[in-house]
């Protein structure tokens, strides 16, 4: 995945799982931002070691570095698999360890995939309140998957169904138009680097 270290737009990964549909999703968005000229940056929760994140130790390195990137970032891109008709928990682990403000001055675009459409509104009755209160003031629309939405190729890969494909575009535009003009203009000029 293309990542810089001053890229606008941070993705972040929030399943547990380390094949992961939400993370396909996340994956998808990334493709749909990178053809607009956006640098993105990534960061898979699942990653953070495990003991200073449930202690909430900020003097970490690793967990310092996370949170210095959400500061970092002008947009960020939030991906989840619903569980128990919520966002993940490892999701809100890591939200409960920014400052009160940590979002202030950000958009943010949620993403999630569930087993079935039942817990559609889990972004906007859970998870949005939850940015809202952390100082996100701008949200570009939420994209939420059925599993059957994302299906598995003979490979074994995740393909992205039409509709969503449809949802991620329209998304990935209003990502564009939140990010401020010479920020998105010096991620076109700088090559980015890929990992
Ligand atoms: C512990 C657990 C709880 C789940 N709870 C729900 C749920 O309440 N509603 C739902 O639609 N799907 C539920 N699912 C299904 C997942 O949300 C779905 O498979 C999702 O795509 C997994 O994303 P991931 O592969 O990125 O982890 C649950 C799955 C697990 C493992």
Do not use: C
């Not at 968005?29 to 898979?44: D, F, I, P, Y």
């Not at 993403?111 to 972004?123: C, V």
């Not at 991620?168 to 076109?188: F, I, M, T, W, Y």
């Amino acid at each position: 995945m293309t990542t810089t270290a001053t890229a606008p737009v941070l993705l972040i990964a929030a399943s547990p799982s380390q094949t992961s549909r939400s993370g396909a999703l996340l994956g998808a968005a990334a493709e749909r931002l990178h053809h607009h000229g956006l640098s993105t940056r990534t960061l898979r929760l699942r990653d953070l070691p495990a003991q200073p994140l449930l202690h909430a130790d900020v003097e970490d390195p690793a967990i310092r570095g996370a949170i210095e990137s959400v500061a970092q970032a002008k947009v960020i891109v939030l991906a989840t698999p619903i569980y128990k008709a919520a966002y993940s928990g490892l999701l809100k682990v890591f939200l409960d360890l920014l400052p009160q403000d940590g979002l202030a001055g950000k958009s943010v675009w949620t993403l999630a995939t569930g087993g079935s459409l039942a817990h559609l509104l889990a972004l906007d009755y859970g998870l949005l309140p939850v940015l809202s209160a952390l100082g996100a003031r701008s949200h570009v629309d939420g994209v939420y998957a059925a599993d059957a939405q994302i299906a598995k190729d003979a490979a074994g890969a995740y393909v992205i169904g039409d509709d969503i494909a449809r949802r991620l575009l329209s998304g990935a535009a209003q990502v564009r138009d939140r990010v401020p003009v010479p920020v998105a203009l010096e991620a076109l000029a700088r090559p980015a680097l890929v990992l």
